[in-house]
T-cell receptor
Framework: DVKVTQSSRYLVKRTGEKVFLECVQD?????MFWYRQDPGLGLRLIYFSYDVKMKEKGDIPEGYSVSREKKERFSLILESASTNQTSMYLC????WGRGGRTDTQYFGPGTRLTVL | KQEVTQIPAALSVPEGENLVLNCSFTDSAIYNLQWFRQDPGKGLTSLLLIQSSQREQTSGRLNASLDKSSGRSTLYIAASQPGDSATYLCAVPGGAQKLVFGQGTRLTINP
């Protein structure tokens, strides 16, 4: 079974703190993704990565950065947390689809982040 | 730009009923469509992936159909059970290995 794990299920931080969210997958997937999910707004893509040290901006990258130093690990960084970054954060991974096609994404359990 | 819509946003039915969840997409040039399930406070679990060359895909009590020409997919759940209560999301390829998700239908099965 594919396993995607996230470092914390729940996290409470103060405004201005630097926050690290970690995601690890064990299926040798090339692609990894970070989403945030908010009521009424659905899932929104923050950043994604096709390979080690590669990253691409998603739909809402402002206020976030990412790091992928190893294939199995993808980190989301909030440089200076703000209250509007309170959300559920979901990590996902997938193989590079044949012919460049999008393959099934496998999700972690999520991290509920509260910024006070 | 691809947009995915799921209506209704919420659905409540008695246990044992058969039901259909709907998904529509604006750009019919897709090669697959996926259905996911999300339990409250949890991540998404892939249920079915249906290729554009298929019209249907089945897994247990679940059956997904895809009609590219009309920009629609349905997820049929037979003999619903309280354990089926969850949010169901559909997603289509959004270019460059990405997915575009609908906002989901929150399903409640009442015992």
């Amino acid at each position: 079974d594919v396993k995607v794990t996230q470092s914390s299920r729940y996290l409470v931080k103060r405004t201005g703190e630097k926050v690290f969210l970690e995601c690890v997958q064990d299926m040798d997937h090339e692609n990894m993704f970070w989403y945030r999910q908010d009521p009424g707004l659905g899932l929104r893509l923050i950043y994604f990565s096709y390979d080690v040290k590669m990253k691409e901006k998603g739909d809402i990258p402002e206020g976030y950065s990412v790091s992928r130093e190893k294939k199995e690990r993808f980190s989301l960084i909030l440089e200076s947390a703000s209250t509007n970054q309170t959300s559920m954060y979901l990590c996902a991974s997938s193989f590079w689809g044949r012919g460049g096609r999008t393959d099934t994404q496998y999700f972690g359990p999520g991290t509920r982040l509260t910024v006070l | 730009k691809q947009e995915v819509t799921q209506i209704p946003a919420a659905l409540s039915v008695p246990e044992g009923e058969n039901l259909v969840l709907n998904c529509s997409f604006t750009d019919s040039a897709i090669y697959n469509l996926q259905w996911f399930r999300q339990d409250p406070g949890k991540g998404l679990t892939s249920l079915l992936l249906i290729q554009s060359s298929q019209r249907e895909q089945t897994s247990g009590r679940l059956n997904a159909s895809l009609d590219k020409s009309s920009g629609r997919s349905t997820l049929y759940i037979a003999a619903s059970q309280p354990g089926d209560s969850a949010t169901y999301l559909c997603a289509v390829p959004g270019g460059a290995q990405k997915l575009v998700f609908g906002q989901g239908t929150r399903l409640t099965i009442n015992p």
